[in-house]
């Protein structure tokens, strides 16, 4: 059976840096890892073939050959996922959809011929059958609420990946979050007990990576990769020995609870293995919206103390913001603005709450009335519940703290505050093959960006210190999709946003005034 593994088309957004890849010569940032995942699940005489949209288009040679098509995606995703499950449709090609956005809302993705919900470790049998046999049930579920070891997972198949085409290769050490957010629909979908692959596991993941030719960065993909700090504790070291051993060909980065703040020797422990980058979810300095929000993880250390020990250790901090909690008023967006322009967290990704299906939040407002739609997955159009604030307020808040963060100039001087705070780490390994990425950002950031000017300000002051240079030419590169993304993009929507519901007050006035009368 020829199988065609889909990741769909990703709208752009602050994660897809789709300004900013070019300019290092690839096509998107990360590949699919849950479709290489899946690939080592299925049966071993089919044939496979992953498809990223993200970095070539599927012709009608690949429909002709594919007997199925298997789509996963997240919610952000749901556009592209239909549109491949109607062109294979047309062509004869069977098809599966999964993944978070099929588990989360399944009834809408009733276009596909089996609906695959939950995760597949263990879980594929029914699925197989029904592929090779043209039959079987529409909907395959799990019997039951119990989520799969990851212990006898096998490493994902990369060799199906066109490596070239990516920043970074991707890997994961373990699903779930012990944190109850009230937002977060992590916890949801794969629960609050993080299950973990062994360090045997992880250490063969970065070995087929290593025997592929991969050398450079890879993005560890936890929803929090301390959720489990007892076995992360064991994890660590065992990847520092190999990466001593290999002669440190990888830089990993990761996704973090602010709380590691909190754990210098497991922090010192990240940055022995190789570790530069963390992610942490922030979201508001608001004490308050922290408690409402069940974010008390966050209240251990005072949050820019949390973000300066991580940053003088070694670790480059990026961070998620959120506006629109119930006990946000209009301080918030001067809040926001201060406490980021304080610290030296250069990308700064700031959303609006949204209300995710099957999570805390969501049952909340639908218990209070407050809903208005499913969530999409964009943050940069009017909320998809009734907010406390008054939403355009929220709106032109959002508007104003996005468009003051992402100034060339406000960004710039971020990335000099981190040049100047960031500790030593670990050395990074120097490459021949980084030259030609060198020239190509000297041409395309000094050269060709009007913001050249402030890009050679960094690169000068970067050059003084080593130690960060590769750091600050990472972060300006990145810089010109944030930048261009945020007025080319974002703002606009939030434009077009904010002129709804202005249209929308407008029809409603007659109404308004009427029943006040």
């Known amino acids: 059976m020829n199988v065609l593994l889909v990741q769909p088309l990703a709208p752009k957004t602050y994660w897809g840096f789709q300004y900013a890849v070019g300019i290092v010569g690839k096509a998107a940032p990360h590949p699919p890892l849950g479709l290489a995942t899946l690939a080592a699940l299925l049966p071993k005489h089919w044939e496979l073939r992953i498809a990223d949209l993200n970095v070539a288009s599927l012709g009608e040679a690949d429909w002709r050959w594919a007997d199925a098509a298997l789509v996963t995606g997240m919610l952000v995703h749901k556009e592209s996922m239909h549109e491949v499950i109607q062109r294979a449709r047309r062509c004869g090609v069977r ?6 956005a099929v588990s989360s809302r399944p009834d809408e993705f009733a276009d596909a011929d089996h609906v695959f919900v939950g995760e597949a470790e263990g879980r594929l049998d029914a699925l197989v059958t029904a592929l090779e046999s043209g ?12 989520k799969p070891d990851l212990a006898s997972t096998l490493p994902p198949r990369f ?26 629909d992590i916890i949801e979908l794969y629960g609050r007990n993080p299950r973990v692959k062994s360090p045997a596991q992880m250490l063969r993941e970065l070995d087929a990576l290593y025997e592929l030719g991969w050398r450079g960065s890879i993005f560890v993909v936890d929803d929090n990769f301390i959720g489990n700090r007892r076995e992360t504790a064991k994890l660590l070291p065992e990847i520092a020995r ?9 830089e990993l980065y990761t996704e973090a609870s602010v709380d590691l703040a909190s754990l210098p020797a497991l922090v010192d422990s990240m940055v022995e293995a190789g570790f530069t980058t963390v992610f942490l979810g922030i979201e508001t300095p608001s004490v308050e919206s922290l408690k409402h929000t069940h974010k008390l993880q966050n ?40 406490f980021i322009a304080g610290l030296p967290i250069a990308a700064a990704m700031i959303g609006l ?24 997955g964009d943050q940069f159009g009017r909320p998809n519940f009734e907010p406390v604030l008054d939403e355009r307020a929220l709106l032109e808040g959002y508007r104003d703290l996005l468009g003051d963060i992402y100034q060339p100039e406000a960004f710039y001087a971020r990335c000099e505050r981190l040049v100047r705070e960031v500790g030593r780490g670990r050395p990074r390994r120097f490459s021949l093959d980084a030259l030609p990425v060198l020239f190509r950002v ?38 010109e999709h944030l ?15 904010l002129a709804e519901l202005a249209a929308e007050r407008v029809r409603r006035a007659p109404a308004a005034a009427e029943a006040r009368a």
């Open 95 to 100: 098809t599966v959809a999964g993944g978070p």
């Open 135 to 146: 039959a079987g049930p529409h909907l395959l579920s799990p019997a039951d609420d119990k």
């Open 353 to 376: 709450l949204t209300a995710l299906p099957s999570t805390a939040l969501w049952r909340r407002l639908e218990r209070e009335g407050r809903l208005r739609s499913d969530a999409t």
């Open 299 to 338: 209240l251990k250390l005072p949050l820019q103390e949390s973000v300066l020990r991580l940053t003088r250790a070694g670790l480059e901090v990026y961070a998620g913001f959120i506006v629109g909690f119930d006990t946000d008023g209009d301080h918030i967006f001067e809040a926001q603005r201060t």
């Open 483 to 497: 930048i261009r993304y945020t007025r080319e993009d974002v703002l606009p929507r939030i434009d077009r946003a």
């Open 159 to 184: 060799d199906l990946l066109d490596r070239s085409r990516y920043t970074s290769m991707s890997v994961q050490s373990s699903r779930g979050c012990p944190f109850q957010c009230e937002f977060c």
């Open 442 to 479: 000297l041409v395309g950031m000094g050269l060709l960006s009007p913001r050249r000017f402030l890009f050679w300000r960094l690169f000068f002051k970067a050059a003084r210190r080593p130690h960060t240079f590769a750091r600050a030419m990472s972060i300006a590169v990145q810089g």
């Open 242 to 250: 190999w990466q001593s051993e290999h002669g440190r060909p990888f």
